[in-house]
Each structure stands twice: as C-alpha cells, then as structure tokens.
C-alpha cells in the first residue's frame, strides 16, 4: 500500500506541476483541467486499442491536452472571455469530445500494451513499476520546465504572471505567454491523464471530476510543509506535497471511509491545507498580545 501511495502520487505530481503554472505563475484558476485529464486518458487509451505504441498514445495525450489548452487561451485573449468561464466552456465541450473519441463512457486497457508492458518495467515487483516510470517522468518534466523558466522565454513567463502591466511595458506580448502557458500546463494534464489511465487499466469520461482539486492539494501541502522556497524548489515541493496527500488518503480509507468519500476527503483536506496559515497566523498574534499583556 506504502509503495502504491508513493507510485500514485508521482503519477497526479504530474498534475500538480502543471497547474502550478497557471495557479502560481499565471495566477489563473484554469478549469480546463477537469476536461483535458480524461480527454488526454481517453485519446490515449483509444489510441492503444487500436495498436498505436504506448509512448506515441501518451504522446498523443500530451498533444490533445495542449490543444484544449490553447483554446481556453485563445477564448480569454481573443475573445475576452473571463478566464474561468472560458475554461468551464472547454471543459463542458471536452466532455462531448470524450464520448466521441472512446465511443461510449468508458474504454478499457485489457490485453493491451501500455507503456508499463515493457519487459524491464514488468520485471520489477508489483506496484514498484509506477514509483519507476513516475518518477523518471516527474523527474524529466520538472528538470525541463526548471531550464525553461530560467530562459528569456521562461523569464517573460514569470513577468507575465507576476506583472502584466509592466510586461506589456517591457514589448511583452502576455496574450502569447497567457496562451502558451496554459497550453503547455494543458498538455502535461493529458500527459498525466494518459499515464494514469494506463496505470489504471481504463480510461472514463468521468475520470476528471475533482481532478483540480487534488493538484492543488499537492501544490498547498507542499507549500505548508516546507514553508518559503525558491520557485525551483517549489516545484520539487509540489511532488512530494503529492506523495504527502497520497499518504494523507492512505490513512484516512485505513480509517474505515470508504472509496466514495474521497472526493469529499480530498476537498476537506484541501480545505485545511488553506486555512492553515491564516490560522498560524493568528496564532503567532495571539502569542504576542498575550506576551504583550504579561509585561
């Protein structure tokens, strides 16, 4: 169960990086990751199915996702469509375009490659494949966007994000990086979206429900529990939030709740993860007006 956890969570850390970009940097509330989670799933899965190799149907993950991306930027620049309507109205279409390319609800993965058939990868010890191939994926990504936003490219991406204004000031053209940003976090959504429903053995049209709310849960946790970092170290901190929040679920179902709790679980401990530092905070002041009070 321990290795699972620690599987999984580098899996939705895939996830948790990606809207990091758009949550943190951009300072966007994209929820078009609702609908290019399954979407990347199930073009993957489809893919499969009909005897594409396993790492050009995750590929193909990558490719859909950024492509509704880039539409929910497209819709926000060009259309000056509020951001969150914009990715609600992807979202909604995504759904659509789901039933359509599995040919139903659901699509399953039995008696076919994946990109976990490989014979070094089933060689390895039950549940020991996912920490491998997550990890080798987590670790690639972040290295990748780590060089990326240290590149004049990256560094107007950052600007875009912090100061729009002052972006534009400089010749920066922020519907581009706006557009960029949220293709490329798209992309890597449906990135993890292949890869977990490949994982799972089945991709559903329903698979994104509470999708963003366990990526922000890997990006608050990993914000509480290490405090002030540097953005590189933030986004090493957004993995291991995953794996943390994994970990937290462990418990809370050896508890006695059951499976069909989680998206509740999930939202509570985000929840809590929020509150947490108004309410050190409020600690801390409490601290000195009583100290205040003893003098």
């Known amino acids: 169960m321990?290795?699972?956890?620690?599987?999984?969570?580098?899996l939705w850390a895939i996830l948790g990086v990606a809207l990091f970009l758009t949550f943190r940097i951009l300072n966007f509330a994209d929820m078009t990751v609702e609908g290019t989670f399954?979407?990347?799933?199930a073009a993957s899965v489809t893919a499969l199915s009909h005897g594409l190799s396993p790492w050009l149907a995750t590929l193909l993950g990558f490719l859909v996702g950024a492509i509704a991306g880039m539409i929910t930027g497209l819709l926000y620049t060009k259309g000056k469509i509020p951001i969150l309507l914009a990715g609600i109205l992807v979202m909604t279409a995504c759904l659509s375009v789901n039933l359509r390319i599995m040919g139903g609800s659901n699509i399953s993965l039995l008696g076919k490659k994946t990109v976990f058939s490989s014979h070094f990868?089933?060689?390895l010890p039950k549940y020991f494949d996912i920490v491998f191939l997550g990890f080798i994926v987590i670790a690639i990504t972040t290295i990748l966007l780590v060089i990326f936003l240290q590149t004049?490219?990256?560094?107007?991406?950052?600007?875009?994000g912090d100061n729009p204004f002052m972006a534009r000031s400089m010749g920066i053209s922020t519907d581009k990086m706006i557009i960029m940003g949220l293709a490329l976090s798209n992309g890597m959504i449906g990135l993890g979206g292949a890869l977990i429903a490949q994982s799972n053995g089945y991709?559903?049209?329903?698979?994104?429900?509470?999708?963003?709310?366990?990526?922000l849960a890997s990006i608050i946790i990993g914000e509480v529990v290490f405090g002030e970092l540097t953005l590189n170290q933030r986004l090493v901190a957004v993995t291991l939030g995953s794996i943390l929040y994994r970990?937290?679920?462990?418990?809370?179902?050896?508890?006695?709740?059951?499976?069909?709790?989680?998206?509740?679980?999930s939202a509570l401990i985000l929840a809590i993860c929020l509150m947490l530092p108004n309410l050190s905070r409020l600690l801390k002041f409490d601290r000195v007006i009583k100290k205040g009070a003893a003098k």
């Not at 991709?203 to 990526?215: E, K, L, P, S, Y």
């Open 2 to 10: 321990v290795v699972s956890s620690i599987g999984q969570g580098l």
């Open 38 to 41: 399954p979407l990347g799933a």
């Open 152 to 160: 004049d490219l990256g560094q107007a991406f950052i600007v875009t």
């Open 247 to 265: 970990f937290v679920l462990l418990i809370v179902l050896q508890l006695g709740f059951s499976t069909n709790d989680l998206n509740l679980l």
């Open 203 to 215: 991709a559903d049209v329903n698979m994104g429900i509470g999708t963003i709310v366990i990526a």
């Open 121 to 123: 990868l089933e060689s």
